[in-house]
């Protein structure tokens, strides 16, 4: 028995300080979560466990209460909490509402007709072009110039070469006959032998440019040239029957077959004016391609 004042048994003392702390702490995180204001936990992410607190046992006849926390809300899936977008109704539409401007058969195949009608024009004019101002072909219906051209041949002719410089010696060229349409004959060819100014001459079967012995390797054999009397259009005084001299503005020509040529030994020098171009390529036979 205690004979002293009125003391308090262990039992009755009240909770401690760190009892009360932590029950407080516990009410207050119920609270705020159940007022909605905790920030939401991230799906992917777990919530992060808070490590528990000390705490001291609570004495079985202490009047405090504590009321356990609620349990973590879990977000549900993303899928879940995406809102569905209404889809607008689709409207029919009518084939016929569409006009898409295309042709009709008819239409496609006059378009087609005047396309090719174009092209061929065309190409039509740009042949006239080219034959008239730039190049032409011949084909060869004599053998007045073997063995350099033979019968059926075929050549392309520039007719802007004399337009650019003057005739030269050896050119091949194409002119007009002299005596005209000759069976159905209207342009010639020959090789040029003498230039403006000069006198050709023939002697021993060779040819001679003012008494200068002329070259011809283009020639079967060198002494295959025939005289001849002094054909028209010749200038000057000089009588022999064998040479002439050439005028301004005239050329000489003989072709290379010269015993089967008709040329200005027979007909005289050829005006420039007359001359339509320069051969230059052979085109056929195949075998036979190549330059002039």
Not at 35 to 41: K, L, R, Y
Request: with cysteine; charged share 20%; proline share 12%.
């Amino acid at each position: 028995m205690n004979q002293g004042g009125p003391t308090e048994s262990p039992d009755q003392s009240s909770d401690s300080p760190i009892e009360d702390g932590w029950a407080d702490d516990i009410l207050a995180r119920a609270k705020e979560r159940a007022a909605g204001t905790e920030p939401e936990v991230p799906e992917t992410t777990p919530p992060a466990e808070v490590p528990a607190a000390p705490v001291a046992p609570l004495n079985p006849e202490s009047s405090s209460e504590v009321s356990p926390p609620p349990p973590t809300p879990t977000m549900p899936p993303a899928a879940a909490t995406t809102p569905s977008v209404p889809q607008p109704p689709r409207s029919v539409v009518e084939e016929e509402d569409f006009d898409l401007g295309l042709p009709g058969a008819f239409a496609t195949t006059v378009r087609g007709v005047l396309e090719w009608v174009g092209v061929i024009a065309g190409a039509f004019v740009v042949a006239l072009v080219v034959k008239t101002f730039l190049f032409q072909a011949y084909y060869i219906p004599s053998p007045s110039m073997e063995a350099t051209l033979e019968i059926s041949d075929r050549i392309m002719v520039n007719k802007l070469s004399y337009q650019l410089h003057d005739v030269n010696r050896g050119d091949i060229i194409v002119f007009k006959n002299p005596e005209g349409a000759s069976g159905g004959i209207e342009d010639l060819i020959k090789r040029v032998v003498g230039l403006p100014g000069e006198t050709v001459q023939v002697q021993g079967g060779r040819v001679y440019i003012d008494e200068s012995l002329l070259l011809e390797p283009y020639l079967a054999a060198q002494d295959i040239t025939g005289s001849f009397r002094k054909p028209p259009g010749c200038v000057g005084s000089n009588d022999a029957p064998d040479q002439c001299t050439v005028a301004d503005g005239y050329v000489f020509v003989m072709g290379d077959n010269r015993p089967n040529s008709k040329d200005s030994r027979i007909f005289g020098p050829i005006p420039v004016d007359s001359i339509e171009g320069r051969a230059f390529l052979r085109v056929w036979p195949l075998g036979r391609f190549g330059r002039l």
